[in-house]
Protein backbone atom coordinates (compact mmCIF):
# COMPACT_ATOMS: atom_id res chain seq x y z
CA UNK A 1 0.00 0.00 0.00
CA UNK A 2 1.73 3.36 -1.02
CA UNK A 3 1.56 6.62 1.03
CA UNK A 4 -0.77 8.29 -0.66
CA UNK A 5 -3.53 5.56 -0.19
CA UNK A 6 -3.01 5.47 3.32
CA UNK A 7 -3.40 9.39 3.23
CA UNK A 8 -6.53 8.87 1.77
CA UNK A 9 -7.57 5.96 4.24
CA UNK A 10 -6.65 8.23 7.19
CA UNK A 11 -8.18 11.30 5.96
CA UNK A 12 -11.41 9.02 5.62
CA UNK A 13 -10.96 7.31 9.22
CA UNK A 14 -10.98 11.14 10.28
CA UNK A 15 -13.64 12.30 8.62
CA UNK A 16 -15.91 9.65 9.75
CA UNK A 17 -14.68 9.74 13.38
CA UNK A 18 -15.82 13.69 12.91
CA UNK A 19 -19.26 12.39 11.57
CA UNK A 20 -20.36 10.14 13.46
CA UNK A 21 -22.03 11.41 15.85
CA UNK A 22 -23.55 13.54 13.36
CA UNK A 23 -24.54 10.35 11.58
CA UNK A 24 -25.99 8.60 14.73
CA UNK A 25 -28.02 11.70 15.50
CA UNK A 26 -29.55 11.61 12.15
CA UNK A 27 -30.26 8.26 12.24
CA UNK A 28 -33.05 9.21 14.96
CA UNK A 29 -34.78 10.92 11.65
CA UNK A 30 -34.45 8.60 9.04
CA UNK A 31 -35.84 4.45 8.74
CA UNK A 32 -33.05 2.28 9.68
CA UNK A 33 -34.94 -1.27 9.52
CA UNK A 34 -34.19 -2.76 5.39
CA UNK A 35 -37.09 -3.77 3.22
CA UNK A 36 -40.30 -2.29 5.19
CA UNK A 37 -41.32 -1.73 1.62
CA UNK A 38 -41.97 -5.51 1.40
CA UNK A 39 -44.57 -5.32 4.39
CA UNK A 40 -47.72 -5.23 2.15
CA UNK A 41 -51.47 -4.48 2.66
CA UNK A 42 -51.68 -7.34 0.35
CA UNK A 43 -49.73 -9.87 2.23
CA UNK A 44 -51.48 -8.90 5.50
CA UNK A 45 -54.59 -9.05 4.13
CA UNK A 46 -54.22 -12.22 3.19
CA UNK A 47 -53.16 -13.89 6.07
CA UNK A 48 -55.93 -12.21 8.19
CA UNK A 49 -58.72 -13.37 5.64
CA UNK A 50 -57.00 -17.02 6.04
CA UNK A 51 -56.64 -17.32 9.71
CA UNK A 52 -60.26 -15.26 10.38
CA UNK A 53 -62.35 -17.39 7.60
CA UNK A 54 -64.95 -19.28 8.81
CA UNK A 55 -63.89 -22.13 8.04
CA UNK A 56 -61.30 -21.80 10.86
CA UNK A 57 -64.11 -21.36 13.64
CA UNK A 58 -62.35 -18.89 15.82
CA UNK A 59 -59.07 -20.99 16.20
CA UNK A 60 -60.00 -21.46 19.30
CA UNK A 61 -56.99 -23.40 21.66
CA UNK A 62 -56.42 -26.97 21.32
CA UNK A 63 -59.39 -27.39 18.38
CA UNK A 64 -58.25 -28.66 15.21
CA UNK A 65 -58.87 -25.82 13.29
CA UNK A 66 -56.05 -24.51 15.98
CA UNK A 67 -53.48 -26.55 14.53
CA UNK A 68 -54.05 -25.75 11.05
CA UNK A 69 -53.42 -22.12 11.63
CA UNK A 70 -50.15 -22.65 13.80
CA UNK A 71 -48.98 -24.88 10.51
CA UNK A 72 -50.00 -22.14 8.06
CA UNK A 73 -47.92 -20.23 10.55
CA UNK A 74 -45.15 -21.98 10.24
CA UNK A 75 -45.26 -22.43 6.38
CA UNK A 76 -45.47 -18.81 6.45
CA UNK A 77 -42.02 -18.33 8.31
CA UNK A 78 -40.65 -21.26 6.32
CA UNK A 79 -41.39 -19.37 3.29
CA UNK A 80 -40.31 -16.52 4.25
CA UNK A 81 -36.38 -17.82 4.84
CA UNK A 82 -36.77 -17.03 9.02
CA UNK A 83 -35.43 -20.79 10.76
CA UNK A 84 -37.44 -22.89 12.91
CA UNK A 85 -36.61 -22.24 16.52
CA UNK A 86 -38.51 -25.11 18.33
CA UNK A 87 -38.04 -28.43 19.39
CA UNK A 88 -36.72 -31.21 17.95
CA UNK A 89 -35.62 -28.77 14.69
CA UNK A 90 -39.27 -28.05 14.16
CA UNK A 91 -41.35 -24.50 14.10
CA UNK A 92 -43.67 -25.80 17.01
CA UNK A 93 -43.15 -25.58 21.03
CA UNK A 94 -45.61 -28.01 22.64
CA UNK A 95 -47.91 -26.82 25.43
CA UNK A 96 -49.53 -28.72 27.30
CA UNK A 97 -52.43 -28.08 28.95
CA UNK A 98 -55.13 -29.42 31.26
CA UNK A 99 -58.94 -29.25 32.12
CA UNK A 100 -61.24 -31.12 34.69
CA UNK A 101 -64.35 -32.16 32.80
CA UNK A 102 -67.25 -32.84 35.15
CA UNK A 103 -68.39 -36.94 36.23
CA UNK A 104 -71.39 -35.73 37.18
CA UNK A 105 -73.29 -32.16 36.75
CA UNK A 106 -72.62 -29.74 39.60
CA UNK A 107 -75.19 -28.29 42.14
CA UNK A 108 -74.35 -25.79 44.45
CA UNK A 109 -76.79 -25.85 47.51
CA UNK A 110 -77.60 -22.75 49.97
CA UNK A 111 -78.55 -23.24 53.18
CA UNK A 112 -79.91 -20.90 56.38
CA UNK A 113 -78.60 -21.37 59.88
CA UNK A 114 -81.46 -20.01 61.21
CA UNK A 115 -83.59 -22.03 59.42
CA UNK A 116 -85.70 -25.02 61.19
CA UNK A 117 -84.17 -28.50 59.53
CA UNK A 118 -80.70 -29.45 57.83
CA UNK A 119 -82.37 -29.39 54.14
CA UNK A 120 -81.00 -26.85 51.46
CA UNK A 121 -82.89 -23.01 51.08
CA UNK A 122 -82.10 -23.74 47.16
CA UNK A 123 -80.49 -25.52 45.01
CA UNK A 124 -78.39 -24.16 42.31
CA UNK A 125 -77.50 -25.62 38.70
CA UNK A 126 -74.26 -25.76 36.38
CA UNK A 127 -74.92 -24.01 33.31
CA UNK A 128 -78.42 -22.57 34.58
CA UNK A 129 -77.76 -20.77 38.17
CA UNK A 130 -73.42 -20.67 38.15
CA UNK A 131 -70.44 -22.18 36.56
CA UNK A 132 -66.93 -22.15 36.92
CA UNK A 133 -64.99 -18.43 36.16
CA UNK A 134 -61.78 -20.02 35.04
CA UNK A 135 -59.02 -22.68 36.19
CA UNK A 136 -60.23 -26.24 38.42
CA UNK A 137 -64.04 -26.14 39.62
CA UNK A 138 -63.44 -27.65 42.83
CA UNK A 139 -65.84 -28.73 45.55
CA UNK A 140 -65.96 -26.60 48.57
CA UNK A 141 -67.63 -28.06 51.91
CA UNK A 142 -70.53 -26.15 53.65
CA UNK A 143 -69.55 -22.76 55.40
CA UNK A 144 -70.53 -19.99 56.09
CA UNK A 145 -71.12 -16.81 52.83
CA UNK A 146 -69.81 -12.71 53.39
CA UNK A 147 -70.28 -10.66 50.67
CA UNK A 148 -66.64 -8.78 50.10
CA UNK A 149 -67.89 -6.05 47.64
CA UNK A 150 -65.68 -5.60 44.25
CA UNK A 151 -62.64 -7.39 46.39
CA UNK A 152 -60.79 -4.32 46.14
CA UNK A 153 -58.05 -2.84 48.26
CA UNK A 154 -56.71 0.47 46.89
CA UNK A 155 -55.51 3.07 49.17
CA UNK A 156 -55.05 5.88 46.62
CA UNK A 157 -58.83 5.81 46.23
CA UNK A 158 -59.01 5.28 49.48
CA UNK A 159 -61.46 2.20 49.21
CA UNK A 160 -60.82 -1.11 51.21
CA UNK A 161 -63.87 -3.91 50.41
CA UNK A 162 -61.63 -6.53 52.57
CA UNK A 163 -60.77 -4.84 55.94
CA UNK A 164 -62.23 -5.89 58.78
CA UNK A 165 -63.97 -8.73 57.13
CA UNK A 166 -63.43 -12.22 58.41
CA UNK A 167 -63.22 -14.49 54.89
CA UNK A 168 -60.87 -18.04 56.68
CA UNK A 169 -62.84 -20.77 55.56
CA UNK A 170 -65.42 -19.02 53.70
CA UNK A 171 -67.18 -18.48 50.26
CA UNK A 172 -66.83 -14.42 49.45
CA UNK A 173 -69.55 -13.30 47.48
CA UNK A 174 -68.24 -10.41 45.10
CA UNK A 175 -69.04 -8.06 42.16
CA UNK A 176 -67.11 -8.48 38.95
CA UNK A 177 -65.74 -5.67 37.85
CA UNK A 178 -64.95 -2.06 40.05
CA UNK A 179 -67.45 0.46 41.16
CA UNK A 180 -68.92 2.02 37.74
CA UNK A 181 -67.76 5.75 38.00
CA UNK A 182 -64.10 4.13 37.67
CA UNK A 183 -64.38 3.32 34.40
CA UNK A 184 -62.27 5.30 31.92
CA UNK A 185 -63.44 5.68 28.21
CA UNK A 186 -66.52 5.49 26.78
CA UNK A 187 -65.79 2.19 25.75
CA UNK A 188 -67.19 -1.19 27.42
CA UNK A 189 -63.78 -1.54 28.71
CA UNK A 190 -61.95 0.53 30.27
CA UNK A 191 -61.76 -1.04 34.14
CA UNK A 192 -58.38 -0.44 36.02
CA UNK A 193 -56.18 -3.77 37.09
CA UNK A 194 -58.22 -3.55 40.34
CA UNK A 195 -60.80 -5.26 37.94
CA UNK A 196 -59.05 -8.43 37.33
CA UNK A 197 -60.19 -11.76 38.50
CA UNK A 198 -56.32 -12.23 39.34
CA UNK A 199 -56.38 -9.36 41.34
CA UNK A 200 -59.65 -10.03 43.17
CA UNK A 201 -58.35 -14.01 43.70
CA UNK A 202 -54.71 -12.86 45.41
CA UNK A 203 -56.73 -10.47 47.54
CA UNK A 204 -59.46 -13.38 48.80
CA UNK A 205 -56.51 -16.21 48.91
CA UNK A 206 -54.44 -13.60 51.06
CA UNK A 207 -57.87 -13.28 53.25
CA UNK A 208 -58.13 -17.31 53.49
CA UNK A 209 -61.19 -17.69 51.43
CA UNK A 210 -62.35 -21.17 50.84
CA UNK A 211 -64.12 -19.88 47.91
CA UNK A 212 -65.31 -17.32 45.44
CA UNK A 213 -68.51 -16.78 43.94
CA UNK A 214 -69.13 -13.93 41.89
CA UNK A 215 -72.01 -11.87 40.00
CA UNK A 216 -71.71 -9.25 37.49
CA UNK A 217 -73.65 -6.14 38.53
CA UNK A 218 -76.91 -4.88 36.58
CA UNK A 219 -74.88 -1.47 36.52
CA UNK A 220 -71.49 -3.04 35.42
CA UNK A 221 -71.09 -2.89 31.55
CA UNK A 222 -74.82 -2.12 30.55
CA UNK A 223 -75.38 -5.20 31.24
CA UNK A 224 -73.75 -6.74 28.05
CA UNK A 225 -71.68 -9.51 29.98
CA UNK A 226 -73.58 -10.40 32.82
CA UNK A 227 -74.92 -13.65 33.45
CA UNK A 228 -75.14 -15.94 30.09
CA UNK A 229 -76.69 -19.47 30.82
CA UNK A 230 -74.45 -22.26 29.88
CA UNK A 231 -77.32 -24.46 29.29
CA UNK A 232 -76.22 -27.34 30.11
CA UNK A 233 -72.66 -29.05 31.89
CA UNK A 234 -71.72 -30.72 28.64
CA UNK A 235 -72.24 -27.19 26.75
CA UNK A 236 -69.32 -25.67 28.58
CA UNK A 237 -67.10 -28.50 27.57
CA UNK A 238 -67.22 -27.21 24.43
CA UNK A 239 -64.54 -24.70 25.02
CA UNK A 240 -63.72 -25.51 28.82
CA UNK A 241 -61.21 -23.50 30.87
CA UNK A 242 -57.34 -24.87 30.70
CA UNK A 243 -54.87 -24.31 33.04
CA UNK A 244 -51.06 -25.39 32.19
CA UNK A 245 -50.59 -29.09 32.82
CA UNK A 246 -47.48 -28.32 34.70
CA UNK A 247 -49.47 -26.23 37.19
CA UNK A 248 -49.64 -27.63 40.87
CA UNK A 249 -52.95 -28.94 41.20
CA UNK A 250 -53.59 -26.64 44.12
CA UNK A 251 -52.32 -23.75 42.39
CA UNK A 252 -54.68 -24.01 39.00
CA UNK A 253 -55.99 -21.38 37.56
CA UNK A 254 -56.82 -18.95 39.83
CA UNK A 255 -55.40 -20.77 42.86
CA UNK A 256 -59.06 -21.49 44.69
CA UNK A 257 -62.32 -22.13 43.56
CA UNK A 258 -63.82 -19.20 41.79
CA UNK A 259 -67.71 -19.56 40.17
CA UNK A 260 -69.52 -17.04 38.75
CA UNK A 261 -73.50 -17.16 39.35
CA UNK A 262 -76.47 -15.52 37.51
CA UNK A 263 -78.45 -12.15 39.22
CA UNK A 264 -81.33 -14.01 39.98
CA UNK A 265 -79.71 -16.85 42.16
CA UNK A 266 -77.46 -14.48 44.23
CA UNK A 267 -80.81 -12.18 44.83
CA UNK A 268 -81.93 -15.91 45.61
CA UNK A 269 -79.10 -15.79 48.61
CA UNK A 270 -79.29 -11.79 49.50
CA UNK A 271 -82.89 -12.80 50.31
CA UNK A 272 -85.26 -10.84 47.97
CA UNK A 273 -85.47 -9.81 43.88
CA UNK A 274 -83.16 -6.81 42.63
CA UNK A 275 -80.84 -7.28 46.04
CA UNK A 276 -78.09 -6.97 44.26
CA UNK A 277 -78.91 -4.26 41.64
CA UNK A 278 -79.86 -2.09 44.72
CA UNK A 279 -76.38 -3.42 46.96
CA UNK A 280 -74.15 -2.36 43.83
CA UNK A 281 -76.26 1.05 43.77
CA UNK A 282 -75.20 1.75 47.20
CA UNK A 283 -71.90 0.68 47.27
CA UNK A 284 -71.13 2.65 44.18
CA UNK A 285 -71.94 5.62 46.09
CA UNK A 286 -69.62 4.59 49.20
CA UNK A 287 -72.80 3.50 51.29
CA UNK A 288 -71.00 0.70 53.23
CA UNK A 289 -74.17 0.62 55.36
CA UNK A 290 -75.90 -1.05 52.94
CA UNK A 291 -73.38 -4.32 53.17
CA UNK A 292 -75.57 -7.30 54.22
CA UNK A 293 -75.12 -9.44 56.88
CA UNK A 294 -74.87 -12.98 55.52
CA UNK A 295 -73.69 -14.76 58.63
CA UNK A 296 -76.65 -17.51 58.76
CA UNK A 297 -75.94 -18.28 54.64
CA UNK A 298 -73.87 -21.08 54.11
CA UNK A 299 -73.19 -22.50 50.68
CA UNK A 300 -71.36 -25.93 49.45
CA UNK A 301 -69.87 -26.48 46.44
CA UNK A 302 -70.57 -30.38 45.02
CA UNK A 303 -68.25 -31.09 42.23
CA UNK A 304 -66.81 -34.44 40.65
CA UNK A 305 -64.32 -34.01 38.09
CA UNK A 306 -61.57 -36.07 36.70
CA UNK A 307 -58.56 -34.42 35.19
CA UNK A 308 -57.91 -34.63 30.92
CA UNK A 309 -54.76 -33.10 29.22
CA UNK A 310 -55.05 -31.59 26.24
CA UNK A 311 -52.17 -29.99 23.47
CA UNK A 312 -51.41 -27.12 21.56
CA UNK A 313 -48.29 -25.32 20.09
CA UNK A 314 -46.51 -22.63 20.08
CA UNK A 315 -45.13 -21.50 16.38
CA UNK A 316 -41.45 -20.35 16.94
CA UNK A 317 -38.58 -19.51 13.95
CA UNK A 318 -35.53 -17.59 14.04
CA UNK A 319 -33.56 -14.41 12.17
CA UNK A 320 -29.99 -14.91 13.95
CA UNK A 321 -27.52 -12.12 14.35
CA UNK A 322 -23.89 -11.76 15.11
CA UNK A 323 -24.61 -11.66 19.15
CA UNK A 324 -26.37 -14.53 20.69
CA UNK A 325 -28.81 -11.76 21.87
CA UNK A 326 -32.26 -11.88 20.90
CA UNK A 327 -35.61 -9.65 20.36
CA UNK A 328 -38.08 -11.41 20.91
CA UNK A 329 -41.61 -10.26 18.44
CA UNK A 330 -44.95 -12.54 19.50
CA UNK A 331 -48.61 -12.33 19.29
CA UNK A 332 -50.80 -14.84 20.01
CA UNK A 333 -53.22 -16.60 17.40
CA UNK A 334 -55.73 -18.68 19.08
CA UNK A 335 -59.63 -16.83 19.52
CA UNK A 336 -62.55 -17.53 21.35
CA UNK A 337 -63.81 -20.49 18.48
CA UNK A 338 -67.41 -20.39 19.02
CA UNK A 339 -67.67 -17.68 22.07
CA UNK A 340 -68.64 -20.11 24.80
CA UNK A 341 -65.87 -18.47 26.71
CA UNK A 342 -65.16 -15.08 26.97
CA UNK A 343 -68.00 -13.72 23.87
CA UNK A 344 -69.18 -10.20 25.11
CA UNK A 345 -72.06 -10.99 22.43
CA UNK A 346 -72.83 -14.91 24.18
CA UNK A 347 -76.41 -13.57 24.83
CA UNK A 348 -77.37 -13.80 21.11
CA UNK A 349 -74.23 -15.25 19.46
CA UNK A 350 -73.11 -18.31 21.09
CA UNK A 351 -72.19 -21.06 18.76
CA UNK A 352 -71.39 -18.84 16.53
CA UNK A 353 -67.87 -18.05 14.73
CA UNK A 354 -66.08 -15.75 16.39
CA UNK A 355 -63.43 -14.77 13.71
CA UNK A 356 -60.85 -12.66 15.52
CA UNK A 357 -59.77 -10.51 12.73
CA UNK A 358 -57.99 -8.09 14.57
CA UNK A 359 -57.57 -10.38 18.08
CA UNK A 360 -55.55 -11.05 16.63
CA UNK A 361 -54.85 -12.17 13.12
CA UNK A 362 -54.02 -8.84 13.04
CA UNK A 363 -50.81 -9.45 15.67
CA UNK A 364 -49.97 -12.61 13.88
CA UNK A 365 -49.81 -11.39 10.16
CA UNK A 366 -47.93 -8.44 11.34
CA UNK A 367 -45.55 -10.92 13.17
CA UNK A 368 -45.30 -13.21 9.57
CA UNK A 369 -44.55 -9.96 7.44
CA UNK A 370 -41.87 -8.73 9.97
CA UNK A 371 -39.97 -11.81 9.75
CA UNK A 372 -40.28 -11.96 5.66
CA UNK A 373 -38.82 -8.65 5.96
CA UNK A 374 -36.01 -8.93 7.95
CA UNK A 375 -34.85 -12.50 6.59
CA UNK A 376 -32.91 -12.46 3.75
CA UNK A 377 -31.31 -9.31 4.58
CA UNK A 378 -27.84 -8.44 5.80
CA UNK A 379 -27.24 -9.82 9.32
CA UNK A 380 -28.76 -8.06 12.18
CA UNK A 381 -26.46 -7.34 15.08
CA UNK A 382 -28.89 -9.13 17.82
CA UNK A 383 -30.86 -11.99 16.81
CA UNK A 384 -34.58 -12.23 16.50
CA UNK A 385 -37.01 -14.80 18.06
CA UNK A 386 -40.45 -14.68 16.07
CA UNK A 387 -43.32 -16.52 18.53
CA UNK A 388 -47.30 -16.79 18.24
CA UNK A 389 -48.38 -17.88 20.69
CA UNK A 390 -51.92 -20.05 21.71
CA UNK A 391 -53.88 -20.23 24.60
CA UNK A 392 -54.10 -16.48 24.75
CA UNK A 393 -57.66 -16.21 25.56
CA UNK A 394 -57.67 -18.92 28.19
CA UNK A 395 -55.65 -16.65 30.55
CA UNK A 396 -52.27 -16.27 28.60
CA UNK A 397 -51.05 -19.82 28.92
CA UNK A 398 -48.85 -20.15 26.18
CA UNK A 399 -46.82 -17.26 27.02
CA UNK A 400 -47.01 -18.58 30.44
CA UNK A 401 -45.39 -21.98 29.04
CA UNK A 402 -42.65 -20.57 26.89
CA UNK A 403 -41.55 -18.18 29.88
CA UNK A 404 -40.83 -21.22 31.87
CA UNK A 405 -39.22 -23.53 29.22
CA UNK A 406 -37.87 -20.36 27.18
CA UNK A 407 -35.41 -21.56 24.08
CA UNK A 408 -33.67 -18.42 24.36
CA UNK A 409 -32.94 -17.83 27.97
CA UNK A 410 -34.49 -14.48 29.87
CA UNK A 411 -30.59 -13.19 30.54
CA UNK A 412 -30.31 -13.46 26.70
CA UNK A 413 -33.28 -11.40 25.96
CA UNK A 414 -33.48 -7.70 25.31
CA UNK A 415 -36.78 -7.32 24.88
CA UNK A 416 -40.09 -8.21 24.05
CA UNK A 417 -42.45 -6.56 21.42
CA UNK A 418 -46.08 -8.01 21.95
CA UNK A 419 -48.18 -7.24 18.87
CA UNK A 420 -51.91 -8.30 19.73
CA UNK A 421 -54.86 -6.39 18.10
CA UNK A 422 -53.60 -3.60 15.98
CA UNK A 423 -55.99 -3.91 12.93
CA UNK A 424 -58.49 -1.38 14.21
CA UNK A 425 -56.32 1.99 14.12
CA UNK A 426 -59.16 4.49 13.76
CA UNK A 427 -57.82 8.38 13.21
CA UNK A 428 -54.83 7.52 12.98
CA UNK A 429 -54.58 6.59 17.00
CA UNK A 430 -52.24 3.91 17.55
CA UNK A 431 -51.01 3.24 21.47
CA UNK A 432 -48.03 2.24 22.76
CA UNK A 433 -47.53 0.29 26.26
CA UNK A 434 -44.87 -1.09 28.27
CA UNK A 435 -43.57 2.78 27.88
CA UNK A 436 -42.75 2.38 31.45
CA UNK A 437 -40.47 -0.57 31.43
CA UNK A 438 -38.12 1.07 30.09
CA UNK A 439 -36.53 3.80 28.93
CA UNK A 440 -34.50 2.88 26.13
CA UNK A 441 -37.27 1.19 24.37
CA UNK A 442 -39.38 4.02 25.11
CA UNK A 443 -36.88 6.60 23.52
CA UNK A 444 -36.34 4.36 20.87
CA UNK A 445 -40.60 4.74 20.29
CA UNK A 446 -40.28 8.50 20.29
CA UNK A 447 -37.71 8.18 17.70
CA UNK A 448 -39.49 6.52 15.54
CA UNK A 449 -42.99 8.06 15.79
CA UNK A 450 -42.02 10.91 13.59
CA UNK A 451 -40.89 8.97 10.66
CA UNK A 452 -44.68 7.35 10.72
CA UNK A 453 -46.69 10.31 10.28
CA UNK A 454 -49.85 7.97 9.11
CA UNK A 455 -50.33 6.75 12.78
CA UNK A 456 -50.73 9.27 15.84
CA UNK A 457 -48.84 6.99 18.67
CA UNK A 458 -50.34 7.70 21.83
CA UNK A 459 -47.88 6.86 24.61
CA UNK A 460 -48.88 4.62 28.08
CA UNK A 461 -46.92 5.59 30.96
CA UNK A 462 -48.59 3.28 33.26
CA UNK A 463 -46.65 -0.53 34.17
CA UNK A 464 -48.40 -2.92 31.99
CA UNK A 465 -50.44 -5.50 33.69
CA UNK A 466 -51.32 -9.61 32.43
CA UNK A 467 -53.45 -8.32 29.83
CA UNK A 468 -51.71 -9.87 26.84
CA UNK A 469 -49.12 -11.79 26.25
CA UNK A 470 -45.66 -9.41 27.01
CA UNK A 471 -46.94 -10.48 30.62
CA UNK A 472 -44.83 -13.47 31.54
CA UNK A 473 -41.92 -11.76 29.86
CA UNK A 474 -42.20 -8.64 32.06
CA UNK A 475 -42.28 -10.78 35.00
CA UNK A 476 -39.41 -12.87 34.15
CA UNK A 477 -37.40 -9.15 34.08
CA UNK A 478 -37.82 -8.49 30.21
CA UNK A 479 -38.56 -5.18 28.87
CA UNK A 480 -41.57 -5.22 27.11
CA UNK A 481 -43.86 -2.83 24.24
CA UNK A 482 -47.11 -3.35 23.66
CA UNK A 483 -48.51 -1.60 20.64
CA UNK A 484 -53.05 -1.63 20.58
CA UNK A 485 -55.12 -0.11 17.99
CA UNK A 486 -57.69 -0.43 21.23
CA UNK A 487 -60.47 -1.96 22.69
CA UNK A 488 -63.55 -1.55 20.48
CA UNK A 489 -66.80 -2.56 20.11
CA UNK A 490 -66.12 -5.46 17.64
CA UNK A 491 -63.48 -7.32 20.32
CA UNK A 492 -64.05 -10.79 20.94
CA UNK A 493 -68.00 -10.48 19.09
CA UNK A 494 -68.94 -11.76 15.67
CA UNK A 495 -68.34 -8.30 14.09
CA UNK A 496 -64.27 -8.81 14.37
CA UNK A 497 -64.35 -10.19 10.51
CA UNK A 498 -61.69 -9.71 8.12
CA UNK A 499 -63.83 -6.77 5.83
CA UNK A 500 -63.95 -4.90 9.30
CA UNK A 501 -60.05 -4.31 9.65
CA UNK A 502 -58.23 -0.87 8.73
CA UNK A 503 -55.41 -2.52 6.22
CA UNK A 504 -54.10 0.80 5.71
CA UNK A 505 -53.26 1.45 9.65
CA UNK A 506 -52.53 -2.48 10.02
CA UNK A 507 -49.12 -1.84 7.77
CA UNK A 508 -48.36 1.70 9.06
CA UNK A 509 -48.14 -0.74 12.37
CA UNK A 510 -46.29 -3.10 11.46
CA UNK A 511 -43.70 -1.31 9.99
CA UNK A 512 -43.54 0.92 13.17
CA UNK A 513 -43.12 -1.92 15.32
CA UNK A 514 -40.44 -3.40 12.41
CA UNK A 515 -38.11 -0.42 12.51
CA UNK A 516 -38.48 0.02 16.75
CA UNK A 517 -37.59 -3.74 16.61
CA UNK A 518 -34.25 -3.24 14.03
CA UNK A 519 -33.39 -0.30 16.39
CA UNK A 520 -33.86 -2.30 19.47
CA UNK A 521 -31.28 -5.13 17.70
CA UNK A 522 -28.91 -2.60 16.11
CA UNK A 523 -28.27 -0.49 19.08
CA UNK A 524 -24.92 -1.63 21.17
CA UNK A 525 -26.35 0.21 24.70
CA UNK A 526 -28.25 -2.83 26.67
CA UNK A 527 -32.29 -1.72 27.28
CA UNK A 528 -32.68 -0.84 31.02
CA UNK A 529 -35.42 -2.64 33.09
CA UNK A 530 -38.07 -0.93 34.89
CA UNK A 531 -40.00 -3.72 36.73
CA UNK A 532 -40.58 -5.52 39.64
CA UNK A 533 -38.32 -8.37 38.70
CA UNK A 534 -35.53 -7.52 41.43
CA UNK A 535 -33.69 -10.72 40.80
CA UNK A 536 -33.57 -10.36 36.98
CA UNK A 537 -30.05 -10.32 35.35
CA UNK A 538 -29.35 -8.93 31.43
CA UNK A 539 -27.75 -9.63 28.64
CA UNK A 540 -24.87 -7.69 30.19
CA UNK A 541 -24.47 -9.83 32.92
CA UNK A 542 -25.47 -7.67 35.17
CA UNK A 543 -28.92 -7.10 37.50
CA UNK A 544 -31.30 -5.34 35.45
CA UNK A 545 -32.72 -3.43 38.25
CA UNK A 546 -29.27 -1.84 39.58
CA UNK A 547 -28.55 -2.78 43.57
CA UNK A 548 -26.29 0.29 45.07
CA UNK A 549 -25.91 -1.44 48.07
CA UNK A 550 -25.17 -5.28 46.61
CA UNK A 551 -22.28 -5.85 44.91
CA UNK A 552 -23.24 -6.95 41.31
CA UNK A 553 -22.84 -10.52 39.89
CA UNK A 554 -19.69 -11.43 38.65
CA UNK A 555 -19.59 -10.75 34.59
CA UNK A 556 -19.63 -13.72 32.77
CA UNK A 557 -16.20 -14.66 30.59
CA UNK A 558 -17.77 -13.00 27.53
CA UNK A 559 -16.53 -14.64 24.17
CA UNK A 560 -14.19 -12.93 21.67
CA UNK A 561 -17.40 -11.18 18.95
CA UNK A 562 -16.12 -13.92 16.16
CA UNK A 563 -16.86 -17.10 18.51
CA UNK A 564 -20.36 -15.27 19.79
CA UNK A 565 -21.22 -14.93 16.28
CA UNK A 566 -20.82 -18.87 15.69
CA UNK A 567 -22.57 -20.15 19.08
CA UNK A 568 -25.05 -22.23 18.42
CA UNK A 569 -28.79 -21.80 18.82
CA UNK A 570 -29.64 -24.94 21.71
CA UNK A 571 -32.85 -25.68 23.41
CA UNK A 572 -32.14 -25.31 27.01
CA UNK A 573 -33.00 -28.57 29.15
CA UNK A 574 -36.83 -28.87 30.07
CA UNK A 575 -36.76 -29.53 33.87
CA UNK A 576 -39.07 -33.20 34.83
Known amino acids: MNHAIRLCLAVGALCFFMLAPAAQEGAKGSLAAPNLESISVADLKGDVYFLASDEMRGRDTAKPESEIASAYIASRFRKAGAMPAGENGSYFQEVQFAYHEFTEPPVARLYDSQQAGDGPLAEFKYGQDFSSAGGRPRPVARCEVVFAGYAITDAARGWDDLGGLDLKGKTALILRYEPTGWRSGSSMRGWSRNSYLETKAALLRKAGAAAVLMVTGPASTGGIDNWVPLGSSETGSDSPPLTL ?36 EALDKGDRKAMPDLSAKRIEFDVKTRRVLKSGRNVLAKIEGELNEWVVLGGHYDHIGLGYFGATDARTAMGKVHNGADDNASGTSAIME ?9 KPRRSFLFIAFTGEEKGLLGSAWYARHPVVPHEKTLAMINIDMIGRVKNRRLEMHGMASSKALAQHVRDCAPLFPELNLKFN ?116
Open 370 to 378: IAEAFAGQR
Open 245 to 280: ADEPEQQDGLGLPFFSASVKAVDRILGEDGAIKRLQ
Open 461 to 576: EQPVGPVSDMWAFYQAGVPVLFPFSGYNEEMHSIKDRPETINYEGLAQATRLVAEIAWRISENPAYPDYRGTNKDAIGPDGQYRIPRPNEPKPAPKEKLPEDSEKEEEFAMPRREG
